[in-house]
């Protein structure tokens, strides 16, 4: 069996132990060692990774198996992980991040297409430099077996109008059931929108998630965005609406229309998106007047002022049925 080390920084983070092929081994066995630096492999006494999935700002995330499961079933480990050199304050807010993540899976987990937390754990180990010790946590979360829309637009081009109205009839009730319950995601974008293998799509990655239920008018919210995607209100630190999270679903709609980054899209002279000219040309005037329709309400998801923009994902949904 192949074990994937998750110390950062390893020098050989892919280990393998012939005895583990043996099921009632795995299931038994007290603990496996990084063969590089030491570092435990068997993560809370149940995870064991298999492959390094990706990093990101504050992380890494590793597909791993459940030996205390049956099938040893499939999930995916996030590991706590900043990189840069962070001052004591910055360090406390990403943890303070990793941390919300774990608290919003656990109380949205419910939603069928939001992942369900399976663990949230830490552990402290030896460290590779003599003498100290390395504090890591982790969070264990349902495993979605697909791709991402980014993905997806890489492998197959474009998106017809048809595909991306899926896209938002499968991604705005998710959003709603975020909003009611009072948080805003802060972070859609291609990335974070999963297509499982049977068609259903996902929201992931709630690391960004701002509770918004004792919001109040002129409030801050931290500068965790993704460059592109997030509207004005948020690039300036101001408070987040419902309507912030439509802002940047629209974008990523727009995306996967045209086939186009976000600076391609974007006019800084007049300050406003322009992506029509990129989506293609529309067929026949029938289809022309429902594209259009379509059209404006993308365009009115992404007017700059939030109040300008539909406040709700019901309010949208209303439009593209109406």
Partial sequence: MEIYCTRPGCPRPLNFFADLDDNNLVKTVQQKYCTACGMQLILDGRYLSAKLL?????GAAFLARDRRTPGMRRCVVKQFQPVGDLTPDQLQIAQNLFAREGEVLEELGSHPQIPDLFAFFDITVPSIQPGKQDKFFYLVQEFIDGHNLEEELAQKGKFSPDEVLFVLQEILPVLKFVHDSGSIHRDIKLSNIM????????????GAVKQVTKATPGGSSTGIYSMGFAPPEQMAGGQVYPSTDLYALAVTCIILLTGKQPTELFDVYTNQWNWRPHA???????????????????????????????????????????
């Fill in 54 to 58: 990706g990093r990101g700002g504050f």
């Fill in 195 to 206: 297509r499982h293998r049977n068609g259903r799509l996902y929201l992931l990655d709630f």
């Fill in 280 to 322: 293609g040309a529309i067929a026949t005037a029938a289809v022309a007047s429902e594209w259009n329709r379509f059209a404006d309400i993308l365009d009115q998801m992404l007017l700059s002022a939030p109040n300008q923009r539909f406040q709700s994902a019901d309010e949208v949904l209303h439009a593209l049925t109406s």
